[in-house]
C-alpha cells in the first residue's frame, strides 16, 4: 500500500509515469481516440473518463514549465458541429494544477494531434465517451 495516489491511479500507469522524464509526453485518448495502434506503451484505464484521469494525474505529475504550453486539446474539425464540453472540464482541471490556467493549454489540428500522439512516451487509452476529449501533456521536473 501506498499512501497519498489516488485510487484510479493503477500500478501500470504509475510506472509509466515514474519512468518517464522530463520533457516526455502522455496522451490520455478517449474511447474514439486509435490508441492501441498508435501507442509505443498502452495503458488502459477502463471505467475512467478523461478529466478525472488528468485530475489524478497531475496530483503527481509537474506540467513542463520550460515550455509555454504543456498541454494540447485535439482541435474540433473544420466543418464539424460538436461542442467539445469536455474541454473545458479538461481546463478546469488544467487551471486548477497550474498557475498558468488556460495559457498553458493550447488546441492542435487532428492529424497533427495523431502525429504527436505517435511520438508520445505513452497513451493512456480511457473510457471517456465524449467527443475531442483527448489530451497530449508534457511532463516538466520536480523544484
Same mark, same amino acid.
Request: glycine residues 8%; hydrophobic residues 45%; negative net charge.
Given at each position: 500500500?501506498?499512501?497519498?495516489? +489516488? %485510487?484510479?491511479?493503477? +500500478? &501500470?500507469?504509475?510506472?509509466?509515469?515514474?519512468?518517464?522524464?522530463?520533457?516526455?509526453?502522455?496522451?490520455?485518448?478517449? #474511447?474514439?481516440?486509435? *490508441? !492501441? #495502434?498508435?501507442?509505443?506503451?498502452?495503458?488502459?484505464?477502463? %471505467?475512467?473518463?478523461?478529466?478525472?484521469?488528468?485530475?489524478?494525474?497531475? #496530483?503527481?505529475?509537474?506540467?513542463?514549465?520550460?515550455?509555454?504550453? +504543456?498541454?494540447?486539446?485535439?482541435?474540433?474539425?473544420? %466543418?464539424?458541429?460538436?461542442?467539445?464540453?469536455?474541454?473545458?472540464?479538461? @481546463?478546469?482541471?488544467?487551471?486548477?494544477?497550474?498557475? @498558468?490556467?488556460?495559457?498553458?493549454?493550447?488546441?492542435? &489540428?487532428?492529424? &497533427?494531434?495523431? &502525429?504527436?500522439?505517435?511520438?508520445?512516451?505513452?497513451?493512456? !487509452?480511457?473510457?471517456?465517451? *465524449?467527443?475531442?476529449?483527448?489530451?497530449?501533456?508534457?511532463? %516538466?521536473?520536480?523544484?
Amino acid at each position: 500500500m501506498l499512501k497519498g495516489i +489516488p %485510487g484510479i491511479i493503477s +500500478p &501500470e500507469l504509475l510506472k509509466i509515469l515514474h519512468e518517464m522524464g522530463h520533457g516526455d509526453d502522455l496522451v490520455i485518448g478517449d #474511447s474514439n481516440f486509435p *490508441a !492501441a #495502434s498508435n501507442a509505443k506503451r498502452l495503458v488502459r484505464a477502463d %471505467g475512467h473518463g478523461v478529466p478525472e484521469m488528468l485530475d489524478a494525474i497531475l #496530483s503527481l505529475f509537474p506540467l513542463d514549465t520550460f515550455v509555454a504550453e +504543456p498541454v494540447s486539446l485535439m482541435q474540433v474539425v473544420k %466543418g464539424d458541429s460538436t461542442v467539445p464540453e469536455v474541454q473545458e472540464r479538461i @481546463r478546469e482541471v488544467v487551471r486548477r494544477h497550474d498557475p @498558468r490556467g488556460d495559457s498553458a493549454v493550447i488546441s492542435v &489540428e487532428r492529424f &497533427e494531434f495523431y &502525429e504527436k500522439a505517435r511520438q508520445a512516451y505513452a497513451i493512456l !487509452a480511457t473510457t471517456e465517451p *465524449a467527443a475531442y476529449g483527448c489530451i497530449i501533456i508534457k511532463k %516538466g521536473v520536480i523544484h
